[in-house]
């Protein structure tokens, strides 16, 4: 008898094409997704003379550099050459590209599985490090430089040394309000930005079997800002139901060799996993970020910390971030005035997070101004049926197109410098959202709350009653 | 890219944990073809004031013939952007020593000739120390994994691929050319075996 395997050991051996005794393996690409940031890898490929080896296993997306005000001229003239440096790769090379106009254009991460691009089974690389987020279908997906991009593009295969395996267990019931966002800045916060360095997560348990893909995917998004490159999820019901019927989605007699194929796609029970962790459900309140680093995270209700009560080498560094922060130690991080808000990201810009949202914002209005961009244009549009884009218009906060926003201020969509903002999007670092923006991360139901009183608050209080 | 096995140059201390990549370059400056030269983006808000005036007392503006980096643990987390590799190789940075690393990051330097040479917690902390007032010469070693600074040697890791790649110069595809039939074997078994794995299968015979 075989002994007892991980799902990464199944995902990896199944995508192995060469081992090599230094460690490294080169592995079979099964999707290749590509954004604006591409530029440099197919310079590279130019300067080799070499031809793209898998056309019809890339896509690329305008997303990053997305206007998120589709209407009249690209003001700034480096978006615009941005934007046709990818087209014009895009058709040079005969790929498909969800382009700005396109009914399907979106974040990569939201639409390589909105459009069923992803799939269990199937190993993902993208030029980007939230490239995880894909895992959460059971598929072996991480985030590659430029020159990997390049190596890719020429071969279809990328030289990866196989991580070790982490099983991140979350079991008992999330109370009312904690999303995945919450589950994931909890666990950060408690093993820090490199605490799963060098490992696979694989995340188990009856609460991550109760997630919706929605939440499946912001938790494996945020696999990389505890260090690990990968985050997974075996695949089950849940996944085989949003995957069924998708425009590249397996049809027919394949999609019931792929159901199959699924089915062995999960850790044996024996399986050993050279570290394993368990985290109580219950034990999750909605939580915030409140320095510059994902792990500088605390439940909502708790205080910001004082570096007196650091160890050494952490207290110049929490000092460091309550100064970049303007905030003061030992106060409750509840009530922190925010001068703005922004709902959307890969993270958290899926129709699931719209509605979180707006069932906070229903009926109410925002204190502070705000930007709400959908994930997807597919997103936008079924936000829109379901009437959410007139919640959040009526709470005086601003409905606008999808891309990568203000998550990463490529687009133009900026924080200002010294305004804080809460967000529902995956990096609170120094400048991310603008030079010298100050960006609390949290859940999509705690920026709503954010705007409803013009500061950080306990969303719990503001869902009795309601269906959140 | 070149090889190298050796290198001596000035070593700067930056004595901050969790340098994100988006520190190392942000995002505004992304839209530059490489050939314009990243150097000039390196840590560029960090370095600067809120009115863009370099800060005189930042490391980097202090000592900015360095071509060596003692850092914090976490180097390079967060974003892929190749771009901040491109921003440290650009400004002449040779090595980066740290008791950690982003590991896009890592992978990304070592992919342009930079290495991301990892050292205990507390080794990090005594060349820091070390080098905290004034830049200092520093020496590396890639066969033998040591580094000397005056009187201090102290080992450091790293991945023997790594090791390998950084000495010869060498570029992975040209590496992978090699692997093409075993390629081919394995694109073809996947066609066999798994068809549903490629886009859209099935759609022709519904």
């Known amino acids: ?468 | 890219m070149a090889g190298w096995s050796e290198h001596a140059g000035q070593a700067v201390a930056l004595p901050l944990q969790n340098v994100d990549t988006d520190q190392l370059i942000p995002a505004r400056f992304m839209t530059h073809s490489r050939s314009d030269g990243y150097g000039r983006f390196l840590l560029h808000d960090l370095r600067r004031d809120a009115g863009g005036n370099e800060l005189a007392e930042f490391p980097l503006n202090r000592h900015p013939n360095a071509s060596v980096v003692v850092a914090g643990h976490n180097f390079g987390c967060g974003s892929s952007r190749e771009a901040a590799v491109y921003a440290l190789v650009d400004a002449g940075i040779r090595a980066v020593i740290a008791p950690s690393f982003g590991e896009i990051f890592a992978g990304n330097a070592v992919n342009n000739g930079l290495l991301p040479a990892q050292v205990s917690e507390d080794d990090a902390a005594a060349l820091i120390d070390r080098l905290k007032e004034a830049s200092g010469p520093l020496r590396i070693q890639l066969e033998t994994g040591r580094i000397s600074q005056g009187d201090l040697d102290l080992g450091f890791t790293l991945e023997p691929s790594w090791r390998t790649k950084l000495i010869n110069g060498w570029d992975d595809i040209d590496l992978t050319l090699h692997h093409l039939p075993e390629i081919a074997r394995h694109r073809a078994n996947q066609m066999h075996d798994n068809s549903w794995v490629r886009p859209k299968a099935g759609q022709s015979w519904p």
């Not at chain 1, 898998?54 to 001229?73: C, K, M, S």
Request: glycine share 10%.
């Open chain 1, 1 to 468: 008898m075989s002994p007892p395997r991980t799902l990464l050991d199944r995902l990896w051996s199944a995508h192995e094409i060469v081992s090599h005794a230094d460690g490294k393996s080169l592995l079979w690409v099964d999707r290749h997704l590509v954004h604006e940031g591409s530029h440099h890898a197919f310079a590279k490929l130019k300067a080799r003379g070499a031809k793209l080896a898998e056309p019809e296993l890339t896509f690329a997306v305008v997303d990053h550099y997305a206007p998120t005000r589709r209407h009249g001229q690209i003001a700034d003239p480096r978006i615009t050459r941005m934007l046709q440096t990818l087209r014009r790769n895009a058709e040079d090379h005969g790929i498909r590209l969800f382009d700005l106009d396109d009914r399907e254009q979106g974040i990569v991460h939201v639409i390589g599985p909105e459009q069923g691009l992803t799939l269990p089974g199937l190993l993902i690389n993208c030029g980007d490090s939230h490239t995880s987020t894909h895992g959460a279908f059971g598929a072996l997906a991480f985030g590659i430089g430029a020159t990997e991009v390049a190596h890719v593009l020429a071969t279809q295969t990328i030289w990866q040394m196989k991580p070790a395996a982490m099983r991140l267990q979350i079991d008992g019931a999330l109370g009312p309000g904690v999303s995945a966002k919450d589950i994931a800045l909890n666990w950060i916060s408690r093993l820090g930005t490199g605490g799963a360095k060098g490992h696979a997560i694989e995340y188990a348990g009856n609460a991550i079997r109760n997630l919706s893909m929605e939440g499946r995917m912001t938790l494996c998004n945020l696999s990389i800002e505890g260090g690990a490159r990968m985050g997974m999820i075996a695949p089950d019901e849940t996944t085989a139901s949003y995957v069924k019927g998708r425009a590249f989605s397996p049809r027919g007699s394949a999609w019931d060799r792929a159901v199959e194929a699924w089915a062995q796609l999960h850790s044996d029970n024996e399986a050993e996993f050279d570290r394993d962790v368990r985290i109580d459900g219950a034990d999750i309140a909605p939580t915030v970020t409140w320095g510059t680093s994902p792990e500088q995270a605390l439940p909502v209700t708790a205080n910001i910390p004082d570096p007196a009560s650091e160890a050494h080498g952490n207290a110049q560094a929490v000092r460091d971030a309550l100064d970049y922060m303007g905030l003061s130690a030992g106060r409750p991080i509840e009530g922190t005035p925010v001068d703005q808000v922004f709902v959307g990201s890969c993270t958290n810009g899926r129709i699931e997070d719209l509605r979180a949202a707006a069932a906070v914002l229903a009926g109410r209005k925002s204190k502070v101004p705000g930007l709400v961009s959908p994930g997807s244009s597919l997103v936008k549009a079924q936000a829109e049926q379901e009437g959410l884009d007139q919640v959040f218009i009526q709470a005086g906060l601003e409905w606008v197109a999808s891309g990568c926003s203000m998550c990463v201020g490529m687009n133009g969509d900026l924080v200002a410098p010294g305004k804080r903002c809460a967000s529902s999007t995956n990096r609170n670092f120094r400048g991310r959202q603008g030079p010298g923006a100050l960006t609390h991360l949290m859940s999509p139901a705690m920026v709503a709350a954010a705007a409803v009183t013009g500061t950080i608050t306990d969303v719990r209080p503001l869902l009795t009653g309601r269906t959140a």
